[in-house]
């Protein structure tokens, strides 16, 4: 009986993850981080039902400088993030956790980050987050976030 108590509680969090699709419509629009050295932008549009397109950029004399595509779709019972740095291929992370608009990627096979956090601190303001394990120490960087479109 005790085995069935533990399990519920793991099982609505894989639910809650898997059904909130809906929810990542908070993603859509331009979003800007001013940081020491530059200005970040981050820039989401749905394309459909389960699929939402965005990039992450800055800006230098006018023109984009796109550093990353980025993708978030719903695939069978799953929700999913694709980064795609560079020329690099792309990463696929998986949405593990999902409580009050704010997400929780993973993919710890992946070298850094493994974990990718958007944590909508209310509908204009975000706290974006990349973390993982780097020769055995634990790395985190945190970008603030303010909707500008």
Not at 26 to 45: A, M, R, S, V
Not at 93 to 118: M, R
Not at 131 to 146: D, N
Request: hydrophobic share 35%; aromatic share 14%.
């Amino acid at each position: 009986m005790k085995k069935i108590f533990l399990l519920i509680p793991l099982f609505s969090i894989v639910i809650s993850a898997q059904n909130s699709i809906e929810e990542i419509n908070i993603f859509t629009g331009k979003w800007k981080c001013e940081e020491i050295n530059y200005t970040l932008y981050e820039e989401w549009i749905k394309i459909n039902d389960t699929t939402f397109s965005g990039e992450s950029y800055t800006l230098d004399n006018g023109e984009k400088n796109i550093s990353e595509k980025l993708i978030l779709l719903k695939l069978n019972d799953y929700n999913a993030y694709i980064a795609q740095p560079g020329n690099n291929h792309p990463t696929l992370f998986t949405l593990i956790d999902f409580k009050k608009k704010k997400f929780v990627f993973e993919n710890n096979e992946h070298d850094f980050p493994q974990k990718i956090t958007y944590n909508f601190t209310s509908d204009s303001t975000l706290i974006a987050s990349i973390e993982g394990i780097v020769e055995g120490t634990v790395k985190r960087k945190e970008f603030h976030f303010i909707k500008v479109d």
